[in-house]
């Protein structure tokens, strides 16, 4: 298949606001790949190329904006070559070998194509809602039941091999998808409370958990082999050798399990966000311990739990991991509940998670099984831009432009941000550092006084609230936003939408176009 005809595919998908419009297109465009173009093409769809990060910026790739071919001869194969070969360079004269690769690439891409291209290498291409529609168009290219083709995508982590079974193998193939010890799945995602009153009111009897300012992880481990994932999947297992210590001493053969993991200070309370993500960047570290608590299991010795109910979970988690369990009670009385809540807070925790009892495991989804409940509103939003800074602040880039996804695009293009405030209160002189220069390697564009930066970075803000806007097209205003980390575990993807923020305004914030 041509690569002009992903590109063509993605301009009705960005220009169209109808659901339908855009799984036909997408649809028509799998029923055309060969069967070793279909993780290829999956992966340029979404701005995620099987190869990883390519290695190279904006700058490099904007310079090469020359001679582009005449007619569309570009493959997908070829682009996919092109990927590996960059990923493949390394050691003395690699820049110059990675400037020929790229001028050979944009010299026999079209305009339109090469322009995509630098989104996908770039990872400015704004597909938030995109993998959604992916997945219905793949249910309507395969003839495959929906809710199947989501389930497999969901147990197997891997969008492209999903896409790949579902048009080359049987339904029974699709269906025969299933947890693999080993292979990580989607994390459950939990949705926000304002209050354990207004979680229980909807959970009814619950878990309620302590809510920890920490990273999550996945714990495989098979037999004497162990793996620890990230939230976004990523191994880090050889960085983790506590956790993995842990595991090796539970009672099982086969588990999965979910949990946090923080690092604790001489007293046994727990350290900064920061002092746990400097771990999970570092190849060796003893000298900051981590401990991890576990709050779910998904499997155990041959049986699959993520469609038991959570009480049932909360069994098998007690039997094969009690010991390291996070703090919970099982209530439906909200005084009960409100003191624990006071508790976490009172070790240093962020506040309580409340999870019904009665539901199971979802893996992949936001919904209302699983509230969060901090005292202090803190949302993850994408910084879309930074502004340089001034005085003292001389010479870094500084100002953050913060943005909140959009996924049907109400507000904007679908599947993209929309700008919700500026903040550079919060800001340390380390991380000011990390930031100057983590954006600039991320630069898409200029912008008056600062630069444009692909849209996947996630910070973490707290504010006091928001307020009406005319400045904004969303509508809303972030209140005294002030940044409490960067959030390194999560992908834009999992940034909190618009809808969200709007949701704190007075009446409910009800979304309008304009």
């Known amino acids: 298949m041509l690569f002009g005809d992903i590109e063509t595919a993605l301009t009705v998908v960005t220009n169209t606001r109808s659901r339908l419009a855009k799984v036909d297109a997408l649809a028509t465009l799998l029923r055309g790949l060969d069967p070793d173009e279909i993780e290829p093409a999956v992966g340029l769809l979404t701005a995620s190329p099987r190869q990883g990060r390519l290695g190279v910026g904006w700058r490099t790739l904007s310079a090469r904006d020359g001679d582009h071919a005449d007619e569309p001869g570009l493959t997908v194969g070829d682009v996919d070559d092109a990927f590996t070969e960059l990923t493949q360079v390394g050691g003395a004269g690699s820049a110059a070998v990675r400037t020929r690769l790229l ?47 989501r389930r497999a995508a969901m147990l197997s982590g891997d969008l492209g091999e999903t896409t790949r079974i579902a048009l080359t193998g049987t339904a029974d193939d699709l269906a025969a998808v299933g947890l693999v010890v080993g292979r990580g799945v989607q994390p459950m995602l939990a949705s ?7 979680a229980l009111a909807v959970t009814g009897r619950a878990s309620v958990e302590y809510k920890l300012d920490g990273a999550r992880v996945q714990v495989h481990r098979h037999g004497g082999e162990v793996r620890v994932l990230t939230r976004t999947l990523a191994d880090i297992t050889h960085r983790v050798p506590e956790i993995v210590e842990v595991a090796l001493s539970l009672p099982v053969d086969d588990v999965i399990l979910d949990g946090e993991t923080l690092s604790l200070d001489e007293d046994g309370g727990p350290r900064p966000f920061q002092d746990t993500m400097a771990r999970f960047g570092a190849e060796t570290a003893r000298e900051i ?21 959570l009480a049932t979970r909360l069994d098998e988690l007690q039997r094969v991991a009690g010991e390291h369990r996070i703090p919970a009670v099982l209530t439906d009385d909200v005084e009960v509940a409100d003191a624990f809540a006071r508790d976490a807070l009172a ?14 495991y979802t893996a992949g989804r936001r919904g209302k099984s699983w509230l969060k409940v901090k005292p202090v509103h803190t949302f993850d939003l994408v910084v879309l831009g930074v502004e340089y800074g001034s005085g003292r602040r001389s010479g870094w880039l500084s100002n953050l432009h913060l943005g909140a996804r959009d996924p049907e695009g109400r507000f904007g293009e679908p599947g993209g941000f929309v700008m919700v405030g500026k903040t550079f209160k919060g800001l340390t ?29 996630v910070v973490e803000i707290a504010i006091d609230g928001v307020q009406r806007s005319v400045r904004y097209p969303g509508g809303v205003a972030l209140r005294f936003a002030r940044v409490k980390t960067y959030r390194s575990d ?25």
């Open 192 to 198: 926000t409370a304002t209050s354990v009153a207004e």
């Open 429 to 457: 002189d380390e991380l000011l550092r990390w930031q100057s220069a983590h954006f600039a390697e991320r630069q898409t564009a200029e912008l008056a006084g600062g630069i444009r930066v692909a849209p996947d970075t």
């Open 490 to 514: 999560k992908t834009a993807a999992e940034a909190d939408t618009i809808d969200t923020l709007r949701a704190l305004l007075p009446g409910g914030g009800a979304a309008t176009e304009g």
């Open 103 to 149: 001028d050979e690439l944009a010299s026999r891409a079209t305009a339109p194509e090469w322009h995509l291209l630098i989104r996908i290498m770039t990872g400015e291409m704004r597909t938030g809602a995109l993998e959604g529609v992916l997945l219905d168009a793949v249910a309507r290219a395969s003839d495959r039941d929906g809710a199947l083709v």
């Open 347 to 360: 070790a240093g925790h962020e506040g309580v998670m409340v999870k019904g009892l009665d539901d199971a």
């Open 289 to 309: 311990a981590l401990r991890p608590w576990f709050f779910d299991i998904l499997h155990v010795d041959g049986r699959d739990l993520v469609d038991e109910p």
